[in-house]
């Protein structure tokens, strides 16, 4: 061969082995040097981060496991206006089915945003008709919303959830942490329409609710509450009222019930009114209780050693502490009266006259001590504090508050703080948190119980024991409209006069009553509260009426036998 | 193109390929092998397609069976709920309870009266 022709081939080996080793070289760069790049460059591209369906919110039961919150199962109807080919056609099959004029529908397929909502919720029936026409560029997303399948009972304890899943008031905005579920996102290989490429199995990722919660309510004694409290309210003509029944040996709220109520389900409709009805009036709103007070007053003075229930003073109408002077709320003397006494006719010279005997220090002690002026810590959002003036508060505390105090006015309750305070007496001195959610169950279905917390063992077990035989005298010879035939129950009435500006208002006052039994092993423990009532002013005639009635129903409806039938049980 | 092919290769004589049977048996066995493999592999990809499909299909039943039950428990609750069972109870002709006596058998104990 000669030399040309070998120098050009040779030329050409030499390029062609120059351009290979190039694209070696550019391949070694690739694959070797920036794999790493390359290799997260190409993930970003066919990976994405989709977030699923929000999974649904935790179910709310009764103690019975009665559903008083779940979840229906609705839609969300939008569409990916890119990949809609027939805007047309679409918006003129979806119109008659979502009641949406087609024209409009069809304004928003042709808008220049990528994704629109046609309707944001729609039940379930109807998402799955939309999901059937398999419409090209719709989207049918699955979505819960929060439904009360009862109504407005028990309205105040649940609270309610929003739209954005957020729960207000109540057991949903107290345990709204718990009960949101957590948002579930999945990330792995997608096709260009985000969904989830074949090839790839991944893990299992469903939605998985908040956890639930099974509360001490029962929703039998709640209805019952409810329709007491309407009647009550009705009857007597007042403005409002609250009802708690709580069961005395473990603070759980069987029932608890405020007027005006609300359907949980609606909320939207009151948006926009003055008065909001949401606040539950038991843990957020105070009032001055009036002689329901006698009870802690006593208490505190038995315990003390200071009296005995027969202990008696000379009751002439009228004593003077601080400078104020007290008087009976009938203004009549009442002569020698033992302690028992005082609690029968409910004589507020008889508890100035305890107080000031036992003095500030030991008084406002007890006071504290049976939890009054700070919140109880039940498990309800919005619960306040209440107000109890101190010694100590120099500017605002006057040494007649001392007397004033001791039958329950010059300072401010919640009913949730007063019904523990009494409830501890019923539970021989001992008084635990309040509380109204008994279980909670994981997502997984683990349940943990909520054990009773104990707050402090304010009086003797023999002074509570005492306490309440007294108690049932109350009932027996001072309030009879109380009494629950066949049955053992203790009370006390207040009748509080209201607080303005200035004074106190001459027109309204707060009857209220709280009762428990059977003694001496009380099964529950009721609070009536009736505000205005203009029926009659007076709590015998109105809240220990309500009362009587209702643990009358009670005492069925739990199984709580008249005392002569467990006296026979006990017996055999 | 073909210009410069010419220019590169013109005085380059065609060589004579000579094929040694028994390199040929081995490339053959190689190129059955590779094809199995490739198969095999092909096979296994679309195996793992189809499995990961019915992964999903059964991931969302499970979901939607999920949300069915959810649903139903909402709607037994409502049917169920204390004012439809009280609606129900007078529809059927039951009254409220008034007035309720406990009866004890006579051979139990004395009562509470009875000392």
Not at chain 1, 496 to 503: D, E, H, L, R
Not at chain 2, 39 to 64: K, M, N, P
């Amino acid at each position: 061969m000669a030399d040309g022709p070998r120098r050009r081939l040779r030329l050409m080996s030499t390029l062609l082995a120059g351009l290979v080793l190039v694209i070696v070289a550019q391949l070694a760069q690739v694959q070797i040097v920036d794999h790493r790049f390359y290799k997260e460059w190409a993930r970003e591209q066919r990976e994405r981060t989709v977030a699923m369906a929000r999974p649904p919110r935790g179910v709310i039961r009764d103690r019975n496991g009665y559903v008083l919150a779940g979840n229906a199962v609705m839609y969300s109807i939008e569409a990916d206006t890119a990949y809609v080919v027939d805007p047309e056609g679409v918006a003129a099959a979806l119109g008659p089915l979502l009641h949406v004029p087609a024209a409009h529908i069809e304004r928003l397929l042709d808008s220049e945003s990528l994704w629109v909502q046609i309707k944001p919720l729609v039940s379930k029936d109807l998402g799955e008709q939309v999901a059937d026409l398999r419409l090209q560029g719709i989207t049918v997303r699955p979505l819960w919303a929060r439904e009360y399948p009862e109504g407005p009972l028990a309205s105040h304890v649940i609270g309610f959830c929003n739209a954005e899943g957020v729960g207000f008031y109540g057991v949903e905005e107290f345990h709204d942490a718990l009960l949101q579920p957590a948002q579930v996102e999945w990330r792995g290989p997608v096709d260009p329409a985000s969904e989830q490429v074949p090839w790839v199995v991944a893990p299992v990722v469903l939605p998985q609710a908040g956890a639930g919660l099974v509360l001490t309510l029962d929703r039998t004694v709640q209805a019952l509450v409810e329709e007491e409290l309407a009647r009550s309210v009705q009857e007597y003509q007042a403005v409002g009222g609250t009802i708690i029944v709580m069961d005395p040996r473990t603070f759980e709220i069987l029932a608890l019930a405020s007027w005006p109520e609300y359907d949980p389900g609606r909320y939207n409709d009151f948006y926009g009114l003055d008065h909001l009805p949401f606040e539950d009036p038991a843990v957020s709103q105070q009032y001055e209780p009036g002689s329901v007070v006698k009870i802690l007053t006593v208490a505190a003075a038995l315990d003390a050693g200071l009296v005995t229930p027969a202990t008696t003073y000379h009751d002439q109408g009228w004593i003077e502490v601080g400078g104020v002077v007290v008087e009976n709320a009938s203004r009549q003397a009442y002569g020698d009266q033992t302690v028992t006494d005082i609690l029968v006719h409910s004589l507020n010279v008889g508890t100035a006259w305890l107080s000031t005997q036992m003095g500030a220090g030991t008084f406002y002690r007890y006071l504290q001590a049976f939890g009054l002026g700070r919140p109880t810590g039940v498990d309800l959002a919005g619960e306040v504090a209440g107000q109890l003036l101190l010694p100590q508060d120099y500017e605002r505390w006057h040494d007649s508050n001392l007397g004033t105090n001791s039958f329950g006015q010059g300072m401010a309750v919640t009913p949730m703080q007063m019904i523990s305070a009494v409830a501890t007496v019923a539970n021989d001195g001992a008084r635990l948190r309040p509380h109204v959610v008994g279980q909670r169950v994981a997502a997984d279905g683990t349940a943990s119980s909520c054990q009773p917390v104990v707050e402090s063992q304010v009086i003797s077990a023999q002074t509570a024991r005492t306490l309440m035989d007294m108690m049932v005298r109350v009932v027996d010879e001072g309030v009879p409209q109380a009494k629950v035939e066949g049955y053992r129950v203790a009370g006390k009435t207040g009748t509080a006069q209201i607080p303005i500006p200035g004074g106190y208002d001459k027109e309204g006052t707060i009857a209220s009553f709280i009762g428990f039994g059977p003694v001496p092993n009380p099964r529950l423990i009721v609070l009536v509260k009736l505000d205005r009532p203009k029926k009659s002013p007076w709590a015998s005639e109105t809240a220990a009426r309500s009362f009587q009635r209702l643990t009358t129903r009670l005492f069925v409806v739990l199984g709580v036998p008249p005392d002569g039938t467990r006296v026979a049980e006990a017996l055999r | 193109m073909s210009d410069f092919v010419q220019w590169v290769t013109h005085g380059v004589k065609r060589g004579k390929l000579e094929m040694n049977s028994r390199i040929a048996l081995r490339l053959s066995a190689l190129v059955v092998v590779l094809t199995l493999v490739a198969a095999l592999y092909l096979v296994l990809v679309s195996r793992t397609a189809a499995q990961g499909r019915h992964i999903q299909q059964l991931e969302a039943e499970l979901f939607r069976l999920q949300r069915e039950n959810e649903q139903l428990e909402v709607e037994l609750a409502g049917e169920s709920s204390v004012s439809r069972l009280w609606e129900r109870a007078i529809e059927l002709g039951f009254v409220p309870v008034e007035d309720v006596d406990f009866v004890r058998p006579l051979d139990e104990g004395p009562s509470a009266e009875e000392p």
